[in-house]
């Protein structure tokens, strides 16, 4: 029988994934890239969101797509015909990416020859929020149906976030949602939070998300 | 699901701290699970037989150990013991609250040969 010792160890699981983060960070940086993690449940229209903004930058910003889902590539195909490259990620039945898998994306797909790439992560509200990318800035999709009180029920994303893209303003009539109180619930949860309320259908509201991006493109990569 | 990639990156920690001891293997690892961290030790245990299943830590005993939640209300100052259901203050009702313990978890230590 072996001698048994005991190793201390008190490492920290999450901080593994925050330094690989800060690394991919670091990366980007000096490849002038810059990357969003997009986030959102599933449904609030995130590919359709990202659809209408890539009409509104490929003209002049060299931009690609990184889609995370579980098994399908039903979203890079659509992104595919927007005509941007895109690149389907698989988390293998992960509900979320982790900066790993970040890096190996990033790393096929060539990203350094991109000024700006979006991760458009796994439709869910709880887990991308835990695990840093190591993406530039985060930005979430809350859609008008889903209901004005999920800053309470989900505290955690709006904390980690940047921007706060509210989806499906042109149904705002049919809904009893508070634009408000999600705005006050919002802040009550990230002060510094910025919120666009827009519809990705009309693209009503475009145009502040779409000028914040092109000032933040240009901050990172210069 | 999120506890699957969690312990997978579990057992890549303790492969990588076992082979710097020079070690070949564990017959005991403890986790230490914060109230706040939203991970949940039952699935932990339930998501450690799979990524454990066919490896050399089919045998090996996971202990699971909790660290209380605790939070500062960033309104009135007071510190106190809270849980992910119930965060606001018990004085002031407060809602602003800053997280000290129990946001993380850990790999405590290894009991490795």
């Known amino acids: 029988m072996d001698p048994v010792k005991i190793i201390e160890v008190k490492q920290s699981v999450f901080a593994d994934n925050d330094r690989e983060a800060g690394e991919v960070r670091a990366m980007l940086k000096k490849d002038k890239t810059f990357l969003v993690?997009?986030?959102?449940?599933p449904g609030a229209g995130k590919t359709t969101t990202l659809l209408k903004t890539i009409e509104l930058l490929k003209n002049d910003v060299k931009l690609g797509v990184m889609e995370a889902d579980i098994d399908s590539d039903v979203d890079a195909k659509k992104i595919a015909g927007a005509g941007v490259p895109s690149i389907q990620l698989h988390t293998g039945g992960m509900c979320h990416l982790d900066a790993e898998m970040t890096r190996q994306g990033l790393a096929e797909f060539h990203a350094e020859e991109l000024d700006f790439v979006v991760l458009e992560n796994v439709g869910n509200l709880v887990c991308p929020a835990e695990f840093d990318t190591g993406a530039?800035?985060?930005?979430?999709?809350?859609?008008?149906?889903?209901?004005?009180?999920?800053?309470?029920?989900?505290?955690?994303?709006?904390?980690?976030?940047?921007?706060?893209?509210?989806?499906?303003?042109?149904?705002?009539?049919?809904?009893?949602?508070?634009?408000?109180?999600?705005?006050?619930?919002?802040?009550?949860?990230?002060?510094?939070?910025?919120?666009?309320?827009?519809?990705?259908?009309?693209?009503?509201?475009?145009?502040?998300?779409?000028?914040?991006?092109?000032e933040n493109i240009a901050a990172w990569n210069r | 699901m999120h506890e699957m990639g969690l312990t997978d990156a579990v057992l890549k920690m303790v492969d990588g701290i076992l082979e710097k001891n020079?070690?070949?293997?564990?017959?005991?690892?403890?986790?230490?699970?914060?109230?706040?961290?939203?991970?949940?030790?039952?699935?932990?245990?339930?998501?450690?037989?799979?990524?454990?299943d066919g490896t050399k830590y089919e045998a090996t005993e996971l202990v699971l150990e909790t660290v209380p939640g605790t939070a500062r209300c960033l309104d009135c100052g007071r510190e106190f013991t809270?849980?992910?259901?119930?965060?606001?203050?018990?004085?002031?009702?407060?809602?602003?609250?800053?997280?000290?313990?129990?946001?993380?978890?850990?790999?405590?230590?290894i009991e490795a040969y």
């Open chain 2, 22 to 52: 020079g070690c070949r293997g564990a017959s005991r690892i403890t986790l230490e699970i914060g109230d706040l961290s939203g991970v949940v030790p039952r699935f932990v245990r339930d998501c450690w037989e799979a990524v454990a």
């Open chain 2, 82 to 109: 809270v849980n992910l259901d119930d965060l606001v203050c018990p004085d002031c009702l407060g809602r602003k609250l800053k997280p000290l313990t129990g946001t993380d978890m850990t790999v405590k230590e």
């Open chain 1, 37 to 41: 993690n997009l986030m959102s449940s």
């Open chain 1, 136 to 214: 530039c800035r985060n930005v979430m999709i809350l859609s008008v149906p889903e209901g004005h009180d999920k800053p309470l029920k989900y505290p955690l994303i709006f904390t980690v976030c940047d921007v706060l893209i509210i989806n499906k303003i042109d149904v705002l009539p049919y809904f009893d949602f508070d634009m408000q109180l999600v705005e006050q619930y919002a802040h009550m949860r990230n002060p510094k939070l910025k919120i666009f309320p827009l519809s990705a259908k009309t693209g009503e509201g475009f145009e502040p998300w779409i000028a914040w991006l092109r």
